[in-house]
Nanobody, 121 residues
Framework: QVQLVESGGALVQAGGSLRLSCAAS????????MGWYRQAPGKQRELVAT???????NYADSVKGRFAISRDNAKDTVTLQMNSLKPEDTAVYLC???????????????WGQGTQVTVSS
């Protein structure tokens, strides 16, 4: 059974930083592409960042240069370092275990429960 458990969400002031972590189990982690999504109230879920099994990363334009995704295959964890946070980054952040097509498109599959990030102005 796949389990993804997020942690690290908090209330932070604009300009601050947070580090989110996701612990995975029930998957062959080193072979699994991983991603972070977010969902703000009244808005659709959106992709934030992905990382392939080989370590290649992809980011939403809105977070490029501010957020960094990384993975530790020894600990089966994926991390999202978030810097220069803005009020518009406020959302529930969800970890995802997915797949990548031959054309490089990331497809989400399994979801965690999410962790709340609130950025005050």
């Amino acid at each position: 059974q796949v389990q993804l458990v997020e942690s690290g969400g908090a209330l932070v002031q604009a300009g601050g930083s947070l580090r989110l972590s996701c612990a995975a189990s029930g998957v062959v982690f080193e072979d699994t592409p991983m991603g972070w999504y977010r969902q703000a109230p009244g808005k659709q879920r959106e992709l934030v960042a992905t990382i392939t099994s080989g370590g290649s990363t992809n980011y939403a334009d809105s977070v490029k240069g501010r957020f960094a995704i990384s993975r530790d295959n020894a600990k089966d964890t994926v991390t999202l370092q978030m810097n220069s946070l803005k009020p518009e980054d406020t959302a529930v952040y969800l970890c995802n275990a997915g797949a990548v097509s031959d054309t490089g498109t990331y497809y989400p599959a399994r979801w965690g429960q999410g962790t709340q990030v609130t950025v005050s102005s």
